[in-house]
DNA sequence: ATGTATGCAAAACATTTGCACCTGG
DNA sequence: CCAGGTGCAAATGTTTTGCATACAT
């Protein structure tokens, strides 16, 4: 039911964007740059260009289908907006990436924001390390 | 005493070095990317190459003296690190940066790592959004 | 058909690097 | 003097754009 949420962003339902928005939803690593969906695409046989991959999903940020992330390394990250805010867990050392929710913090940011007379249009927070056991959360991402 | 910060962090004392480091302490926007100090550098009469800028800016956030944030933009932003961690309010439509501390974010930030078996080494939280009144908060920054 | 999307190649940026020359200690 | 630093230009990596062709409706 990927071709209704096309639609419903006014966006034509071609077959790049349908690659593109199934990579997304069903990659294991819900985090990706343009180039990986580029590879993926073309190791699955498909012959797509890496502009169209930046310009779809430029698009699906633009109707709100995805999220673009400045982690750090130089290159965004996309990630398909559920709709539910979260943030995140990045990993240093293998670049897993663990999305989490917390009430309180959420909470504390919007006080702060009033107390600056700031009104938030989005907010990003990214808690950069590494998981001491590796094995443990591996359910997650 | 900017050069005593250099010899600490095992850097020769050079012009460049240090003009950037001035710029970096006395600039009324704290956060610069690398093209601003050229150009400011530029504009002072000095002699420099925006490689060097790079290259300066690198060697000081390995040294501790800078953080490098990734804000929205496609292009790294530069503050000098007094030492004390803080998270950022981005205005999104003047570009205002305010900078602003909460000891119940960070508990609830190592809280939450612990809970994942995470070790946090930094983290960046960042709120995107305008200032109401641009009028009041102004001494900040 | 017809406006939009795509592929390709080139352009535009941000950042890094190789190398010969210069400079600080 | 001499290791390390700098300027310049070229290279790299990421993302955007122009344009002719191909496709969805």
Known sequence: MESSDLKKAGLKVTLPRMKILDLLANSPDRHLKAED???MLLDAGEDIALATVYRVLTQFEAA?????????????????????HHDHLVDIRSGRVVEFYDEIIEQRQKEIA???GFTITEHTMILYGHFDDDKEDAGRD
Chains 1, 2 share one sequence.
Do not use: M, Q, S, W
Request: glycine letters at 14%; charged letters at 30%; zero cysteines.
């Open 37 to 39: 969906i580029y590879k």
């Open 64 to 84: 709100g289908l995805v999220t673009r992330h400045h982690f750090d390394g130089g290159h965004a990250v996309f990630e398909l907006n559920d709709g539910e």
């Open 114 to 116: 009033r107390e600056h």
